[in-house]
């Protein structure tokens, strides 16, 4: 059962565009959906975070929007840079259990041609 | 320096052959978790330690254990490795002081032939 689904799966921008990743939920007890950005060979790092209660979150280039009622959330980033290739992972997290675990989408392999 | 440690980074070894992954992060976090994470498949939570002595399974915690006797460390403990335990590792800690989010080490790629 895949709770967060993630599309696409791979993604090619040219430098300045926009990239737009897309996510879906299915459980409604998720309350903070972060995206994480991963290089090769390192581990995910938190980029951007939103819990539900807002519908959008701006942190320079990088804009996640929420859907609640279409149980949706994505991630904008503007003017994207050959820097910002590298794949990126949506996920969501149910605070209110006792394992903070993070259930994540499949990833996107994004890349920026210069 | 804040981080997740993880040894070692590369693993080549034989079905059966019992292996330790260690973990240690030293931002005092209550919280440490084990990912793997697989082509297609995103990561998936292995066990997961809420605190020293608690333990509990994620959701693929067959083939593995884990302890935590001591705060900073949570080693992931592969008894009788298969090949379909080749994968990429991912350790992560978090507290509740900054709201659960969660910092990942840097991985153990792990192969099993």
């Known amino acids: 059962q895949q709770q967060v689904k993630q599309s696409p799966q791979s993604l090619i921008v040219q430098k300045g565009g926009i990239s737009i990743i897309n996510c879906a939920y299915e459980n409604t007890a998720f309350d903070y959906f972060p995206w994480y950005q991963q290089f090769p060979g390192k581990g995910p790092a938190l980029l951007i975070a939103?819990?539900?209660?807002?519908s959008e979150k701006k942190e320079g280039r990088f804009t996640i929007s929420f859907n609640k009622s279409a149980k949706q959330f994505s991630l904008h980033i503007m003017d994207s840079q050959p820097g910002d290739s590298a794949t990126y992972f949506c996920?969501?997290?149910?605070?209110?259990?006792?394992?903070?675990?993070?259930?994540f989408g499949k990833g996107t392999l994004l890349t920026v041609n210069p | 320096e804040a981080q997740v440690t993880q040894n070692p980074r590369y693993l080549i070894t034989v079905t059966g052959k019992k292996l330790t992954v260690t973990c240690s992060q030293n931002?005092?976090?209550?919280?440490m978790s084990w990912y793997r994470q697989d082509p297609g498949l995103g990561l998936r939570q292995i066990y997961y330690?809420?605190?020293?002595?608690?333990?509990d399974k994620g959701d693929v915690p067959e083939g593995y254990k884990v302890s935590r006797k001591e705060k900073r460390n949570f080693p992931l403990i592969l008894e009788s490795p298969s090949p379909n335990q080749t994968s990429l590792y991912f350790c992560a800690s978090s507290s509740y002081r900054a709201n659960y989010e969660q910092y990942f080490g840097p991985g153990t790629r792990l192969t099993v032939t």
């Open positions: 939103i819990r539900p209660d807002v």
């Open positions: 931002m005092n976090h209550e919280y």
């Open positions: 330690s809420m605190n020293v002595e608690v333990t």
């Open positions: 996920a969501a997290r149910n605070s209110g259990g006792s394992n903070y675990k993070l259930t």
